[in-house]
């Protein structure tokens, strides 16, 4: 039996996946607010879990940043009181089992690859797209981490192929101008649709309005999709999968991925394109369905 964790900002979801992919059982409570208050939620239900399954089971754990192996403290998390905490090693004194700690975008695109929309794929990218911008690397089965461990991190590469009014771009957190995050993510869609119409409209009502043939709201979504066809087609001259899976909320826009996919062939270096984009197959579970997928990671 393989548990998994996926810890949130909001909430803790933990489940039981059995050997051939079906949730056993599955548990929910709210993140509580403070390093020892979670350790103890998530112990608890590991242990609940096993319980509940009648097996003592794998522990996979997927966090909102990622683990330092020289250190084994956590950084880059957005749940900040979990940075510089040895989140893995706590949990495997409490537990006393070996625990792995992964990138929940990582768990995303392991869980697709999986027994998700990119199951059977030797090569898949899983896409994040929602607040933010990122994505994970899987082949062969298995979830590549990378050196500096931000393998996927395409969100905080440049525009590729910038027209003349994206050159400069807009500021990012990370310091730089001109993200793919600050064009592709939800707040970017709606920021450029607001640079264009002088109109402050939330990316449901902007998607909304160009469904029902807005001219405005077509434009700007439009600008969007050939945005995102530009990043991905850069994605697949290096990388070359043989699948893209989209995730996060803005992977719900209906048409998305088959609007990408009709775009690539301008800008991806080939004279054809066979690289499959899809939309993901398990919703808002892919994440803690990746935790309880981590064993085995790349290099070990």
Not at 80 to 103: A, H, I, K
Not at 149 to 169: A, C, K, M, S
Not at 205 to 221: K, L, N, Q, R, Y
Request: proline share 4%; with cysteine; net charge negative.
């Amino acid at each position: 039996m393989r548990i998994g964790i996926d810890l949130g900002g909001t909430k803790i979801e933990g489940i039981a996946l059995s050997a051939d992919g079906e949730i056993f059982v599955r548990q929910r409570v709210s993140t509580p607010n403070g390093y020892a208050e979670c350790l103890e939620a998530i112990t608890s239900m590991v242990l609940a879990l096993d319980h509940a399954s009648g097996a003592r089971g794998s522990v996979g754990v997927g966090i909102p940043g990622t683990i330092v192996p020289a250190t084994g403290l956590v950084k880059n998390a957005n749940t900040t009181w979990l940075n510089q905490q040895p989140l893995g090693r706590d949990l495997e004194s409490q537990l006393q089992r070996p625990v792995r700690v992964m990138n929940d975008a990582n768990c995303f695109a392991l869980s697709e690859a999986s027994d998700g929309a990119g199951a059977n794929a030797d090569v898949v990218f899983g896409v994040i797209l929602g607040t933010g911008v990122g994505g994970g690397i899987v082949v062969g089965g298995r979830c590549l981490v990378g050196a500096n461990l931000i393998t996927g991190e395409w969100g905080h590469n440049p525009l590729p192929w910038p027209e003349p009014d994206e050159r400069l771009g807009t500021a990012c957190y990370c310091g730089k101008y001109g993200c793919i995050e600050t064009w592709g993510s939800g707040p970017g869609l709606e920021r450029d649709h607001a640079r264009h119409t002088g109109q402050m409209l939330s990316t449901r009502e902007i998607v909304s309005f160009a469904a029902a043939g807005d001219p405005d709201a077509s434009t700007t979504m439009a600008r969007y999709h050939d945005r995102l066809a530009r990043s991905l087609a850069s994605i697949i001259n290096v990388l070359d999968p043989d699948v893209i899976v989209l995730g996060g909320g803005m992977s719900n826009i209906g048409g998305l991925a088959e609007s990408i996919a009709g775009r690539l062939a301008r800008y991806v270096f080939s004279d054809s394109v066979v690289t499959r984009v899809v939309r993901n197959a398990h919703g808002d579970s892919s994440g803690v369905r990746g935790a309880a997928w981590a064993w085995p990671v790349v290099g070990e």
